[in-house]
């Protein structure tokens, strides 16, 4: 249910169904695009389920991968909040669940509602730090890069996450070819499962050593101390 979703917790029951009434629920496909880079900022979206990922471009136009968001997430709040444009693109990366939470619902609840004021404070601090860990990531060796990346994809180790190997290699920032070798081994080396266009873990204590990670961060499994 949507009112169980952590950035709703505390807020009166009333106050809340009233806000949740003028939300709209999504469900998206691969490839489509919530909002662009430049454009008017209209509403804040909270991920229910899925996988999106946020490009900015670079002064020479090319497109880079700013953050990559899993289920729970919140994205595009703070836009609304300064009155300006959206700062990067969002795209679909798989099926995805999503409540679009139009702009005056949003600020009104920011507005009103300490508590969700201070979750929306929150996810904006996990937005600059995740943004600043895929800048340093960028810097080190490709198998960290992949290593790093799946960690980010699979929170939970339970899960599988189905991607297309061109989109993995793009967030990896490698080539198809060097993605697909490099997740053959880790295949081989028994820290991952594959199958058609899915991918899972076996080891992720393994994993967090290919990606030089001691152990995964308590409070914010999804990016398993890549800000530390």
């Given amino acids: 249910m949507i009112v169980d979703a952590p950035l709703f917790h505390g807020i009166p029951k009333t106050v809340l169904t009233a806000a949740t009434t003028r939300c709209v629920?999504?469900?998206?496909?691969?490839k489509d695009i919530l909002f662009q880079?430049?454009?008017?900022?209209?509403?804040?979206f909270l991920l229910r389920s899925g996988l999106i990922k946020l490009i900015?471009?670079?002064?020479?136009?090319?497109?880079?991968?700013?953050e990559i968001l899993t289920s729970g997430?919140?994205?595009?709040?703070m836009a609304v909040l300064d009155h300006r444009?959206?700062?990067?693109?969002?795209?679909?990366?798989?099926?995805?669940?999503?409540l679009e939470i139009p702009g005056p619902v949003f600020e009104d609840l920011f507005n009103k509602v300490p508590e969700f004021a201070g979750a929306v404070h929150r996810e904006i601090g996990q937005h600059f730090r995740h943004a600043q860990?895929?800048?340093?990531?960028?810097?080190?060796?490709?198998?960290r890069r992949v290593a790093t990346l799946l960690l980010i994809l699979l929170p939970n180790p339970k899960d599988e996450v189905r991607m297309r190997r061109e989109d993995f290699a793009e967030l990896a920032g490698c080539i198809p070819e060097t993605a697909i070798r490099i997740l053959s081994d880790f295949?081989?080396?028994g820290l991952i499962r594959t199958g058609w266009k899915r991918i899972g873990l076996r080891n992720p204590a393994g994993l967090r050593a290919r990606a030089g990670i001691a152990a995964p961060a308590p409070t914010d499994p999804s990016y398993a101390t890549l800000s530390s």
């Fill in 25 to 30: 629920r999504r469900l998206c496909k691969y």
């Fill in 37 to 44: 880079e430049g454009q008017a900022a209209h509403s804040a």
């Fill in 56 to 66: 900015k471009s670079t002064p020479q136009g090319r497109p880079v991968a700013l």
């Fill in 73 to 77: 997430r919140l994205f595009g709040g």
């Fill in 85 to 98: 444009p959206y700062p990067a693109s969002a795209f679909v990366l798989q099926e995805s669940e999503i």
């Fill in 133 to 143: 860990a895929m800048r340093a990531l960028a810097q080190e060796p490709v198998e």
């Fill in 187 to 189: 295949k081989k080396r």
